[in-house]
């Protein structure tokens, strides 16, 4: 069910009223189980065995912990973040697993027959695993006790605003929440509407049109010229940017409503001066899921710049394959790989050898700004693109290396750019208009309504699906 | 359009980032104006886009302004149909086919590819309510695929520019009728359908999405004689044997309805006939077009069989057959092009004559 959809808009009706009505807590929270539950098998109902399936896997891992002794936690976390992990590997990695090794093969010139089994992909198995796994492994830091409600976890694992694309919300942040009743707070329900209401024009309006620039250009890359693969690859940009922060909006805004708080998921991202900076803003409930579930435990920044490249590079790599089985999201990892490698390593010889300020308001800011903002684009052409050779022949049109001769496209590239510095210079800047009067201040928010009337008219009635939905 | 869309989102954008936070307490206020906003603007905008004529312009839009402008001294004779009339009658030819037999009349199509029921029901409501001159005659198509499940066209279609400018609330209220009532759908099923419905219905009415053009229906259908080249070609040997074997057919395919007409489908007819007797029209006849597969001809020998009250003519004379037996006649199966088209015209001529259709 697609945020931006009358089914969703329906189905969130419906359960705000049916949610708001009921007295009891646990009502409630069984309440937005069977919807969860539900919102899950419109997509397909079989897979909810599965989710569900994952959920006893985290509950039971969550109450053997808190029983077993210190030799066996270890024992116990492994089993169950190793059948996450197994599930996540079938559904979403076995086929690729299986077509590259047969390529390998037959590359070594040893006949093979194997059968890719064209596994049907479970909508959102790679964020409700990971909420499983950050479940249990915060039990078993001691950062939260093991839950004895089984409808508590399901819950959390399940909970619906955040079940398809995230984001990748904390047990030891959520339960919490879940375990205390949620009063109804107007202030709150206000925070929601607006955050949802951001989140549909982000979407609706600015990444969806951007669709209409980006999709028919990535579809037949080589029969634009250069220019329009320029222009789309800057929609793209833009596309990703809007959509994904669109979604996260919405779903925060959506579990609001219901009294309950995310955390932020995007904070201006195409601000950041540097790859680091860009991954602490951009889909930060996975960056920093990573840092903390991977790239700490396997080292973090403790050690040589080696050591410590050599722990970003394996971050990346496999966050780039969570992002989807195919070589091109490995290379997007990579090359975010390479960016924080390379920050580091900068950082480490301006602060030994150059008497520089590298601080983010110096003069060094614009061109790292820049240069930040190109690499990241660079990295979504081969995010965008349906394999890496096509990637590649992007990027060599754009770099003039070879004649790219096709179709023109309008050249509106200024236009997007300017979309998303508004956004993100208002945005970051943090001002407010001062509307002393009141009817200044009724005119505004009145007007914030009509400019939504428009952005309804200017919608464009077939909806894409969030892009993040594949993963 | 597109910059458009854009500068107008960034200006939302911007918009939100800039308003103050709700003073505590009072964010029903806030709540109250953004939403007193949103109604005022969408009403202006509702206004402003109907009374402009601001709606995406599809293909019933040109035929329907012929037809809505006509005011010529002779009678008019109308064709309600799908692209199997629009491929194989010629209105010109027609009209001067009647003339020569001393039956002068204008004649014209309100017939586009791929039309469903309710769009063409729509359409015909919208011409009949605006017209300067109304038909003395109308001839509605007889089709098996189109007549045997109304809702396989209206979601094929689903929230495109046609079916979200058809589906006002008549429409609706025939489409969830029908949804209520289809065999083996499941509850799902139904909802989903039903939800699509309300959803266009929706659109219909607030006219989201109306600065976009954004899901035009492609122009893959053209059958005219000046259009693409045949999508199909067969040999004269083939179509001949196909036609022999047409003729012969007298099964339905087997997941159409066995009833003819469906029951739904003799609801919506007395619902058209009812509107064209509401403005006067009292003279209606039903048609088919030749075709090459067997099945659409058993269903018009059929659906003629059941409205005996109404003049009826089923393309399968073997004179016309006879005269339809060349590959260059077809474009596929079911649609006629060239000579083939000529031919059908001429002997549908004779046959409003010779039936006393158009007397």
């Given at each position: ?25 646990s ?24 989710m ?23 024992a ?13 590997g079938?559904?979403?990695?076995y086929?690729?697993f299986?077509?590259?090794v ?54 959390y694992?399940?909970?619906?605003p955040?079940?398809i ?28 509407v ?6 549909f024009?982000y ?54 409503l219901?009294?309950?708080?995310f ?17 602490r803003?951009w ?38 394959l ?29 602060r ?37 050779a ?10 003039g ?13 200024g ?14 800047a943090?001002?407010r208009?001062?509307?002393s ?15 939504f ?19 | 359009?597109m ?28 709540a ?15 206004a ?20 809505i ?6 009678p ?6 799908s ?5 194989g ?33 729509h359409?015909l409501?919208e ?25 396989y ?24 009728r ?16 039903a939800?699509e ?19 035009p ?57 009812a ?29 003629c ?6 003049a ?48």
């Amino acid at each position: 069910m697609n945020f931006v959809s009358f089914e969703f808009a329906a189905f969130l009706t419906v359960i705000y009223v049916l949610h708001w009505s009921c007295g009891h807590t646990s009502i409630r929270k069984w309440l937005l189980l069977i919807a969860s539950y539900i919102f899950y098998a419109v997509w397909d109902w079989r897979f909810c065995f599965l989710m569900l399936f994952v959920t006893v896997n985290a509950f039971a891992a969550g109450q053997i912990l808190a029983l077993a002794t210190r030799g066996r936690r270890r024992a116990v976390l492994a089993a169950s973040i190793g059948l996450d992990l197994v599930v996540l590997g079938y559904f979403k990695y076995y086929d690729f697993f299986l077509s590259n090794v047969a390529v390998a093969l037959t590359d070594l010139g040893v006949p093979a027959s194997l059968q890719v089994m064209r596994i049907i992909l479970p909508v959102g198995i790679s964020f409700y695993t990971f909420h499983a796994i950050s479940y249990v492994v915060d039990v078993y830091r001691g950062k939260i006790e093991p839950e004895p409600s089984f409808v508590n976890i399901a819950l959390y694992i399940s909970f619906f605003p955040q079940l398809i694309a995230g984001p990748i919300v904390r047990a030891n942040f959520i339960m919490p929440q879940i375990r205390r009743p949620r009063p109804f707070s107007p202030a709150q329900q206000g925070i929601g509407v607006r955050l949802l209401l951001r989140g549909f024009i982000y979407k609706a309006v600015i990444a969806d049109t951007l669709a209409q620039i980006a999709d028919p250009v990535f579809a037949h890359v080589d029969q634009y010229d250069a220019h329009a693969l320029l222009t789309a690859t800057i929609a793209f940009y833009g596309q990703i940017y809007f959509d994904f922060a669109g979604y996260s909006s919405m779903a925060i805004g959506t579990a609001r409503l219901f009294g309950y708080r995310f955390l932020s998921n995007f904070n201006y991202p195409y601000s950041s001066s540097s790859v680091t900076e860009f991954w602490r803003r951009w889909h930060m409930s996975l960056s920093f899921w990573l840092r903390d579930y991977l790239y700490i435990p396997i080292g973090g920044s403790r050690g040589s710049a080696l050591f410590v490249c050599r722990n970003l590079m394996i971050t990346m790599l496999l966050g780039g394959l969570w992002h989807g089985a195919a070589w091109n999201y490995v290379i997007w990892g990579a090359l975010h790989g390479v960016g924080l490698c390379a920050n580091k390593l900068w950082r480490e010889v301006v602060r030994r050898y150059l008497p520089l300020s590298i601080d983010a308001h110096g003069g060094w800011h614009v061109p790292a700004l820049v240069l930040t903002q190109l690499w990241v684009m660079l990295a979504w052409v081969f995010f965008r693109c349906d394999t890496a050779a096509e990637a590649t022949e992007v990027l060599v049109a754009l770099l003039g290396l070879r004649p790219h001769p096709g179709a023109a496209v309008l050249p509106v590239e200024g236009y997007i750019l300017a979309v998303i510095a508004i956004d993100h210079m208002l945005g970051n800047a943090r001002l407010r208009l001062s509307l002393s009067p009141g009817w200044a201040r009724a005119l505004a928010w009145s007007g914030l309504g009509a400019l939504f009337a428009v952005g309804l008219a200017a919608m464009p009635i077939v909806q894409k699906t969030f892009i993040y939905f594949q993963f | 359009m597109m910059i458009a869309c854009l500068l107008l989102g960034a200006a939302i954008v911007g918009l939100c980032h800039l308003l103050p936070r709700t003073r505590p307490g009072r964010p029903s206020r806030a709540a109250l104006l953004v939403l007193g906003g949103f109604i005022l603007a969408q009403g202006a905008l509702s206004a402003a886009i109907s009374g402009l004529g601001l709606v995406p312009k599809g293909p019933f839009h040109d035929p329907l302004r012929q037809l809505i402008e006509y005011d010529g001294e002779r009678p008019l004779i109308l064709f309600i149909g799908s692209s199997f009339s629009e491929a194989g009658i010629d209105p010109g030819a027609l009209a001067e086919a009647l003339a020569s037999a001393g039956r002068s009349a204008a004649v014209q199509r309100l017939a586009v590819g791929g039309a469903p029921h309710l769009e063409r029901l729509h359409y015909l409501k919208e011409y009949l309510a605006r017209a300067r001159r109304k038909p003395q005659l109308v001839l509605f198509e007889i089709a098996g695929g189109y007549d045997s499940g109304p809702l396989y066209q209206v979601h094929e279609m689903r929230f495109t520019d046609r079916m979200v400018a058809a589906m006002d609330g008549s429409s609706a209220w025939w489409a969830l009728r029908w949804v209520a009532g289809a065999d083996g759908l499941s509850l799902s099923q139904r909802l989903a359908l039903a939800s699509e419905i309300l959803g266009q219905l929706a659109l219909h009415v607030s006219h989201i999405g109306s600065f976009w053009n954004s899901a035009p229906i492609g122009e893959a259908a053209v059958y005219g004689p000046g259009g693409s080249p045949p999508p199909m070609r067969f040999s004269d040997d083939e179509t001949a044997e196909l036609l022999e074997q047409a003729a012969a057919a007298r099964d339905l395919k087997p997941d159409w309805p066995p009833d003819v007409p469906a029951p739904w489908m003799s609801a919506f007819l007395a619902e058209e006939i009812a509107t064209l007797q509401h403005h006067g029209v009292d003279r209606l006849a039903f048609y088919s077009v030749p075709s090459m597969q067997g099945v659409n001809v058993a269903y018009a020998r059929r659906f003629c069989a059941a409205m005996s009250e109404f003049a009826c003519i089923v393309g399968e004379d073997p004179e016309l057959l006879a005269g339809l037996r060349h590959a260059a006649d077809w474009c596929d199966f079911d649609h006629l092009q060239g000579t083939g088209r000529e031919v059908f015209t001429r002997w549908l001529g004779d046959r409003l004559v010779e039936m006393g259709v158009w007397p």
